[in-house]
């Protein structure tokens, strides 16, 4: 009964926990590889990754010339015994394919799958491709780190970080949603957008070496900009996080040492009340 209690009052502190803590006390239950042959003649690839539960590491420009590589690293609680690793190797899927869209291009498709419940079983996966024209990765209970991608770029995570480095100009759409975890942008000049970044827990800041910011609204937790001439959306959001993008050179060359957080123990409590108005809201929904 105490248990169940603990459950219904903390259940946010009670997945934090879990998500800082399970990466780093993990017991791989499985490893599955994958190097996939590209269709000849093409000159786009755009990636798109789901992942149930762990975390996401695309690298694009790698010079796989001709394929792609997926490794996946299926994991489970530390103190898992060896009849509960082959269970969870098992009945966790993982599944990578190419899909031909047209003359010339493709896209890699990257799923992840569950036949049990709980959070006590994630999947690390690691994706190299030669270029990627085009990302969608949806993901939670980790860090997702993308880097080198160019074109229009959506990710959406849960209780972790995003860090996004790409030495290509941004020029086309982004947005990043993130639920309890901050953002970290990198690109280089010559990047343009109409910049919209706004958190409800931190401050949002655009740091650019270029000098190409226009005109600039900032509140702490909301900023907002055009950078170069740029119409295409820059949209960031996270209900608990700093949000920071900086233009700078070379940013593919710099990065997060840490890419976990360990969770706050006074968030968990909900001392400002369960806050759930503020996650990942519509820009026009009302705000307790």
Known sequence: MNRLRTKRILPFFVLATLTASFFGCASTARVHEQRIELPE???????????????????????????????????????????????VGERVEVEAYIEEQGPGLAVLRVRTDKQMHGHEHAVRLYIEVPRADGTRIVNQGGYVEVVGVRGATYIENRFGMIELRTDHPLTEDLTILNTDGAIWVRIPPGSKGAFD???????????????????????????????????????????????????????????RMVKRTMPSITDGLFLDGSRRS???????????
Do not use: C
């Not at 900009?225 to 993008?245: C, K, Q």
């Not at 503020?278 to 307790?288: F, I």
């Open 278 to 288: 503020t996650r990942n809201l519509p820009d026009d929904a009302e705000r307790e």
């Open 197 to 255: 970044l706004e958190t409800m827990g931190g401050n949002s800041v655009l740091r650019d070496v270029s000098g190409d910011a226009g005109e600039v609204y900032a509140t702490g937790p909301i900023f907002r900009t055009t950078l170069g001439d740029g119409t295409n959306r820059v949209l960031a959001r996270t209900n608990s996080g700093d949000i920071r993008v900086s233009v700078m050179e070379h940013p593919q060359a710099y990065s």
């Open 41 to 87: 003649g093409m000159q786009k690839l755009a990636v798109d990754v789901e992942n149930f539960w762990g975390e996401v590491e695309l690298r694009a420009d790698r010079g796989r010339e001709g394929a792609a590589f997926v490794r996946a690293h299926v994991v489970t609680a530390w103190d898992a015994d060896k009849e509960q690793r082959a269970a």
